[in-house]
């Protein structure tokens, strides 16, 4: 196949997924096929060994087979790249644009979760203009929460943007530094659970990996330093949790993944509190070096890197030619 690779992106994290890009690019050329890399730059333009693209709607995008986003957050996983490349009518990785959106955003996740009764941490969603309107009827709404509480922009990732909080006094500062990645913010109850993440791989009846825990070593929880200090974080494959809760992690995973309408990749990530499993998040685009965790969880599975490229591409083509059938 000729595969487009898609890296960089608008968001903050760019150079992150720079590396996601550069290891899948060689992970689908280890498998056997050709690949043309394309960065974003952090201004908006596409680029091609050097040079800016023009792209045409319905004509594809430089006569790839698949196109492989790899890319994570704001314009890039939120669903903006992948209804451009809906409109180019070509076959690409992951998660469309609804399923991206919804991922992306802390609370209607949390909002359609809830619904269907998955069990969560309590939280309630924050506007700007209600805090700048009433902070104080903010405070008494959060009070509920107890303490300490986590403070997150509604749409962002690696820990960006994210505080934890012990007191009142602290929130004034904490809402703000959120507002300033987003006009809403989601306010979270803080599980004492350890961190575990699954890796879910497929369509209609998604795999799911062994769950891997979260080691930290020093940071009180997983920051951007410890996200991305070699060292800082250890991945304990399998998790040291009970068989219920191994059990539940899993079944979870794959609800979850299908629920929110997830295509060819995800990772759910978990707070586990004794048999009692929370869901965090559903990362759509995972980071995807050779030391992320998602590509790590299907090599302790069985998988290694290439053979998990390779099905990920097979998935798109699967995903689009069933799409296109529908809409036929
Ligand atoms: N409700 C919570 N309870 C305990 N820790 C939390 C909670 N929310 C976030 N954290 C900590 O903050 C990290 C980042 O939060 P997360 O919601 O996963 O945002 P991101 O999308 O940036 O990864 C988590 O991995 C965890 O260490
Ligand atoms: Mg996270």
């Known amino acids: 196949m000729r595969v487009v690779v898609l890296g ?112 969560q941490v309590a939280y309630a969603a924050v506007r700007r203009h209600e805090f700048s309107d009433d902070p104080d009827r903010v405070y008494a709404k959060l ?14 990732g690696s820990s ?48 799911v990996s062994l769950p891997g825990e979260i080691k930290l070593s020093g940071a009180d929880w997983y920051d951007y330093e410890a996200k991305y200090t070699p060292g800082a974080m250890e991945l304990v494959v399998p998790a040291r949790v009970s068989e219920k809760a191994a059990a539940e992690i899993r079944r979870l995973a794959a609800e979850t993944f299908a629920r929110v309408g997830c295509a060819g990749l995800g990772r759910v990530d978990f707070f586990v509190e004794g048999d009692s499993v929370l869901v965090n998040e559903l990362n759509t685009m995972p980071g995807f070096t050779l030391t992320s965790v998602y590509p790590k969880l299907w090599d302790a599975t069985g998988l290694p890197f290439p053979q998990l490229c390779d099905r990920l591409l097979n998935y798109a083509l699967e995903r689009h ?4 059938a529908a809409h036929a």
């Open 321 to 324: 030619r069933r799409e296109r």
């Open 160 to 207: 960006v943007g994210i505080g934890k909080v012990t007191r009142t006094s602290q929130l004034r500062e904490a809402l703000d530094t959120a507002f300033a990645h987003d006009v809403v913010a989601i306010v979270e109850a803080a599980s004492t659970g350890s961190e575990v993440e699954c890796s879910v791989l497929g369509l209609d009846c998604p795999e």
């Open 8 to 119: 960089g992106g608008r968001s903050s994290e760019h150079q992150v997924s720079l590396k996601s890009a550069a290891a899948v690019a060689e992970g689908i050329a280890a498998a056997g096929h050709e690949v043309i890399e394309i960065t974003l730059d952090r201004d908006g333009a596409w680029c091609s060994a050097g040079e800016p693209l023009a792209l045409t709607p319905g004509q594809g995008l430089l006569d790839a087979d698949v196109v492989f986003p790899v890319l994570h957050g704001t314009f890039g996983e939120d669903g903006t790249v992948q209804g451009l490349l809906e409109l180019l009518d070509v076959p690409y990785v992951g998660a469309g644009v609804l399923a991206s959106a919804l991922c992306m955003d802390k609370v209607l996740f949390k909002d359609l979760l809830a619904a269907a009764g998955v069990p």
């Open 143 to 156: 009070a509920v929460l107890g303490w300490p509480v986590f403070v997150k922009p509604a749409r962002a």
